[in-house]
């Protein structure tokens, strides 16, 4: 389900206190900054998803949750129970706190708790569109593939670039959060209008952009399952992570990093993936799982007939890992259309036909 914009000028992009309402219920979504998150939370979580909705947690592009299928409206004792999870911290500023992080960068936690605490201690920043995204990478500029509205990469010798649209400029680190504090302030005094969503919406000569130079990158793209040093980057199915998933998990970790890629990092795990395999999460590229996404499709969502994730789920069956990315989708809105390469297919009829477009299969 995508967020949509409302006859106000406003979106949709839900929030615990602003759920948007899909076909099969209220959808709530939380912010993880920087994709850091207790194992235990994230086994709340999947309690609650079960206990009050469909028993699956989704993993956003944005590297954020989803619950669905909620009861409209949210009762108080559900409100409370996700408060208690911690993922609310501030009523004002739930929708805005939109922040991906390098997964692999441990030295850029500080970075990113920065920069929560500056936007959500700024009044005028609640009025940020929930769609806006800001970013941090290290060297490795991992993530930056994403559509962020404001990024910043640190670079070595206290060195960094502040980076808007297509534009960079240097910045010392010591800098960066203000940096970004106030470009997102000139956005939101310069934008068109309240529909105006995002830095790559605005105008070249916009004031967002001032003191900055035309930039281009070669940039890294998601990080596949697998090993990735000490670490283990695990893929989730159709980025839905289920009981059985947190049990495993549960037993390995007391922390995870959420990716934009329906994945997450384990850390200090890249010896051990056996028990998280068995519970049928992807430890490595040559799953066909690594290769599949879906939009949310029939019946959570009233735009289409087609059951995608089922048709992706017996596709995996007969596919092999090698091949190009496949994205099912229901609708021309093609929601969670993948930011690297990809093939979408638009309302397929059946599983054939996405087996087919795979490009190879058992
Ligand atoms: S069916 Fe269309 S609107 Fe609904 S989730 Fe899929 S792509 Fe989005």
Redesign the pocket.
Same mark, same amino acid.
């Given at each position: 389900? @995508?967020s949509r914009a409302r006859p106000d000028g406003g979106d949709r992009c839900p929030g615990v206190l602003r759920p948007f309402v899909a076909g099969d219920g209220a959808l709530v979504r939380l912010r993880v900054p920087g994709g850091l998150i207790g194992v235990d939370v994230l086994a709340d979580l999947v309690g609650i998803a079960a206990e009050y909705g469909a028993p699956v947690l989704q993993l956003t592009s944005r590297g954020n949750l989803q619950l669905r299928a909620l009861p409209d409206p949210l009762t108080e004792e559900l409100i409370e129970r996700i408060e208690a999870t911690g993922l609310l911290p501030s009523a004002s500023h739930e929708r805005v706190r939109n922040i991906l992080a390098a997964p692999l960068a441990v030295s850029l936690r500080p970075l990113v708790e920065a920069v929560d605490a500056a936007i959500t201690s700024d009044p005028a920043l609640s009025e940020l569109p929930g769609r806006f995204l800001f970013a941090v990478s290290d060297e490795s500029g991992s993530v930056l593939t994403e559509g962020w509205d404001l990024a910043y990469q640190a670079l070595e010798d206290h060195e960094g670039v502040l980076l808007a649209g297509g534009f960079a400029a240097q910045v010392h680190p010591a800098d960066a959060v203000a940096e970004l504090i106030r470009r997102a302030h000139l956005f939101l005094d310069h934008r068109a209008g309240d529909d105006v969503w995002n830095v790559r919406d605005l105008p070249t000569d916009s004031p967002v952009f001032e003191g900055m130079l035309p930039y281009g990158a070669r940039l890294p793209g998601p990080l596949e399952p697998g090993p990735a040093g000490a670490d283990l980057v695990v893929g989730v199915p159709l980025g839905m992570l289920r009981p059985a998933h947190l049990d495993a998990l549960g037993e390995l970790a007391d922390e995870v990093v959420l990716t934009p890629w329906k994945s997450f990092v384990v850390p200090g795990a890249a010896a051990d993936p056996g028990r998280l395999q068995d519970a049928g999460l992807v430890t490595t590229s040559t799953s066909p799982w690594s290769r599949i996404t879906a !939009? =949310?499709? %029939?019946p959570? !969502? %009233? &735009? @289409?007939q087609?059951h @995608?994730l089922d048709l992706a789920t017996a596709a995996t069956a007969q596919m092999t890992g090698a091949g190009p990315r496949i994205h099912v =989708? +229901? !609708?021309?809105? &093609? !929601? +969670?259309e993948p930011s690297s390469d990809h093939l979408t297919l =638009? %309302?397929p009829t059946d599983v054939h036909q996405v087996v087919a477009a795979s490009g190879d299969h058992r």
């Open positions: 389900m @995508t !939009c =949310v499709g %029939a959570y !969502c %009233a &735009r @289409t087609t @995608t =989708v +229901g !609708c021309e809105r &093609r !929601c +969670g =638009v %309302a």
